[in-house]
């Protein structure tokens, strides 16, 4: 059970294009989604969090108009990287809780994006 | 403020022998804490969490953790170390009073196991 996916794995993209990565809770209903940028060697670093229905909080120096959030079931959030630059590469991972599980998060397989 | 510090950023073990991946937390309230495991391109697996039960925690693929408060410690343990056990782990702690429940996670230890 708990299992996340992510579409696609890898993403190759020409400057200036805008990609959609999609997250998706496979078994269980995610009432909050989490995104996060790790890059190379690093740890992960929290880009924002959205809840079901709402508008997602961004965590401070995430530029909110340029990775737009969106959550808009219980299975499923999109993040679009608009206008995307070489320095937008990385990898982008996205994890959900459920209500009965708050504190733990299931993590999806992380997306590569490579900006060309 | 709630922090995590992993004090390795490298271990290496042969295997079959035991592993220590060591974790401190500073968190004001009482956490939630876990260890993640990350195989390279791919995103994190739970090994084990923590959350005010008992203190030795016991997880996936024979990984255990111990709860020390009086140490503020969380250090991963495994008797003996298998070649796929080789790969990035993350302490991370979740501060329980946050409704957002973020999780701060640590600078990562690369395990490498040798044949």
């Known amino acids: 059970g708990a299992v996340v996916s992510q579409h696609p794995s890898r993403v190759i993209c020409k400057s200036g294009t805008s990609v959609k990565i999609e997250c998706r809770s496979l078994?269980?209903?995610?009432?909050?989604m989490f995104w996060y940028r790790q890059f190379p060697k690093q740890s992960l670093m929290l880009m924002a969090t959205?809840?079901?229905?709402?508008?997602?909080?961004?965590e401070q120096g995430v530029e909110k108009d340029k990775f737009l959030i969106n959550h808009a079931s219980l299975t499923l959030s999109t993040l679009t990287v608009t206008s995307a630059h070489p320095e937008d590469s990385s990898f982008y991972i996205c994890?959900?809780?459920?209500?009965?599980?708050?504190?733990?998060?299931?993590f999806g397989p992380g997306t590569r994006l490579t900006v060309l | 403020a709630q922090s995590v510090t992993q004090l390795d950023s490298h271990v290496s073990v042969s295997e079959g022998t035991p592993v220590l991946l060591r974790c401190n937390y500073s968190?004001?309230?009482?956490?939630?804490l876990f260890w993640y495991v990350q195989h390279p391109n791919k995103g994190l697996q739970l090994l084990l969490k923590?959350?005010?039960?008992?203190?030795l925690v016991k997880g996936i693929n024979g990984f255990e953790a111990e709860f020390k408060k009086s140490e503020t410690s969380f250090h991963l343990t495994k008797p003996s170390a298998h070649m796929s056990d080789a790969a990035e782990y993350f302490c991370v702690v979740s501060p329980g009073r946050d409704s957002s429940y973020k999780l701060i996670f640590g600078s990562g230890t690369r395990l490498l196991v040798r044949p």
């Open positions: 968190s004001s309230y009482s956490p939630s």
């Open positions: 994890s959900a809780s459920s209500y009965g599980t708050t504190d733990t998060q299931y």
């Open positions: 923590y959350t005010s039960a008992a203190t």
């Open positions: 959205s809840n079901e229905g709402s508008k997602a909080t961004y």
């Open positions: 078994d269980f209903q995610a009432t909050t």
